[in-house]
């Protein structure tokens, strides 16, 4: 026992020395939010209803909140200071002009829409000239792909030659319609990896969503911020619960998302400074309560078998801090092989 133990603190001690994401003293955090139709009943999943809508950005108005775009999160200098809420909306469908803008307006926020290209203009998206309509109005709209593909379906080979030439036609026709090209970006179906991440630094992109759920802080990569989904029947208490949600900061020794195969065991390791969080984590597996874990000091360690049948699997970890405010990190396993 004496002599595992050891080889045990070895083995994390290397790991503690490849750690590559570093948790910094300058705290910040700000809640990000994605939703896709408005008052579109025929699409539940992806749907926000006209009044749950309203309910929210009145409560956010009335409790503080100062609405900022994508870019102007990542301008910001005093993102410690306030209470900051990002909307940021995918796919570019007319509901959110017909339905959505028109409450923006009326509580004074601001929403970023990711619009997929090769849609605009099709049944339920907006046009072009709708797009610039409402860029005037400040609304910044961010890339969500050409295609909206499934790129991690492309052979690790192609893959970044395919993103990247899906990339340059989006760019290419914001240019031409909009008369700029973004500067951040959303992955379709929260899916991507690091090639991907450095062809759109290579182009120029400030920052890009993924999917998972989570808090926006100083410890996350700008080329993957969570965001907390917001579409389907969600109660005001619960939209509240994730608004006022805190960021549970860890450091992984697998980065998210994790690209693996089906069937395979694997362990993912979380390391936290445990003196800034009290009581217990509690860990889901895709919203499910999951139980085989270990711990070692400042070690939270997920063990997993990755069903044949899943395509992606969230591992999501809640806790409180010291000052009892429950905190949230999510970490996303996907399984390319495996069809939606």
Known sequence: ?????????????????????????????????????????????????????????????????????????????????????????????????????????????????????????????LTWDELKAIQKEGVEIGNHSHSHAYFLNKDVEERSIYFESDLDLADKLFKKHLGSIPKSYAYPFGEFDESMMSVLKSKGYRLSF?????????????????????????????????????????????????????????????????????????????GVIYNNVQTYEDIYMVKLNLLQKTRRTLVTLTTKDKEGNWCWYSHLVIIPQIGE
Not at 48 to 56: A, K, P, R
Request: charged share 25%; aromatic share 14%.
């Open 210 to 286: 993924a999917q998972n759920s989570g808090v926006w802080c100083e410890s996350d990569d700008l080329f993957a911020i969570p965001r907390f989904p917001m579409s389907g029947k969600i109660s005001i208490d619960k939209f509240i619960s994730k608004v006022e949600m805190e960021p549970f900061r860890v450091s992984t020794d697998r980065k998210s998302p994790h690209i693996e195969v089906a069937g395979k065991n694997i362990k993912i390791s979380f390391k936290y400074n445990k003196s800034d969080y009290i009581g217990s984590i509690n860990c889901f597996i895709n």
């Open 1 to 125: 026992m004496f002599f595992t133990s050891l080889f045990f603190i070895g083995s994390l001690q290397a790991w503690h020395l490849a750690i590559s994401k570093v948790i910094q003293n300058n705290k910040w955090s700000v809640k990000a939010l994605v939703y896709h139709r408005f008052g579109d009943d025929r699409y539940p999943s992806t749907n926000t209803s006209v009044e749950d809508f309203e309910d929210q950005m009145k409560w956010l108005k009335q409790n503080g909140y100062i609405s900022v775009t994508s870019s102007q999160v990542y301008a910001l200098n005093d993102k410690d200071e306030k209470k900051y809420v990002c909307i940021t909306v995918d796919d570019g469908y007319k509901s959110f002009l017909q339905n959505a803008l028109p409450i923006l307006r009326k509580y004074g926020m601001k929403a970023t829409i990711y619009v997929n290209t090769e849609s605009v203009g099709w049944g339920d998206y």
